[in-house]
């Protein structure tokens, strides 16, 4: 009897991982990826890997990489490696690991934007407000060429999102100080709104934080220059 009940629930099991749509998609993309039919797999794993399937943003992303089937593209190759790995999928690491060496800085840049607007709209991952900025404020560090008032809303933007969302007005006083620093003038209003909410101890580590991303962005920004980058 027990075994009986045990071969029915592996059926019952089997029955309901095969019928799921996005199994069987995933599935058909393999097949297509196994038969050459590039552009077929591509279709199918874009649609899986907009809808936040992981492993298909990492097959998406390995397609993109090899140029095989496909045109070589290591920019959307990174984009797909990188959500793969947001949603949990750390095979895709040591790809990722390789493709981060063959883009550049304005490749690099422009991931960094899209994957925080991701995390913030949803879709190919989750609606998640800690990582929007942290890619964003990865995106207003990067020393690529950016006008001052550019660089300055981004980092703001991230203040914002750690004031209104997060709730963390020392994070936010930090992002305010670095939009003020590089040269947005309304930001000054906001840091000073931040220091009605935050004791003197948090004051105090929040422009040591603030002063220690701004020389990380100074030293990246040299390096650049150098052609070190």
């Keep these: 009897m027990k075994r009986s009940l045990h071969h029915t629930l592996l059926l019952l099991v089997s029955v309901t991982i095969l019928s799921t749509p996005c199994y069987a998609d995933l599935m058909d993309a393999r097949r297509a990826i196994s038969s050459g039919k590039g552009q077929e797999a591509i279709i199918e794993l874009t649609r899986l890997a907009g809808n936040g399937e992981r492993e298909a943003q990492y097959l998406l992303g ?135 909410f935050i004791q003197p101890k948090s004051l105090t580590q929040s422009k040591e934080e603030a002063i220690k991303q701004y020389k990380r962005y100074l030293k990246q920004r040299h390096k650049m220059v150098e052609g070190k980058l």
């Design 62 to 196: 390995e397609l993109y990489a090899e140029g095989k089937l496909i045109s070589q593209d290591y920019s959307r190759a990174m984009l797909a490696l990188t959500l793969a790995i947001e949603n949990g999928f750390t095979l895709a690491v040591p790809l990722q690991e390789r493709i981060k060496e063959k883009i550049n800085l304005l490749q690099l840049a422009a991931l960094q934007e899209e994957i925080g607007a991701l995390f913030q709209s949803g879709g190919p991952v989750k609606t998640v407000p800690q990582r929007t900025v942290y890619w964003l404020g990865e995106r207003a560090l990067n020393p690529i060429p950016f006008t001052d008032d550019e660089r300055g809303e981004m980092a703001r933007k991230v203040g914002k999102i750690h004031e209104e969302k997060l709730f963390s007005f020392t994070a936010a006083h930090t992002w305010y100080t670095l939009a003020e620093a590089f040269g947005t003038e309304r930001a000054e209003k906001d840091r000073l709104r931040m220091e009605l």
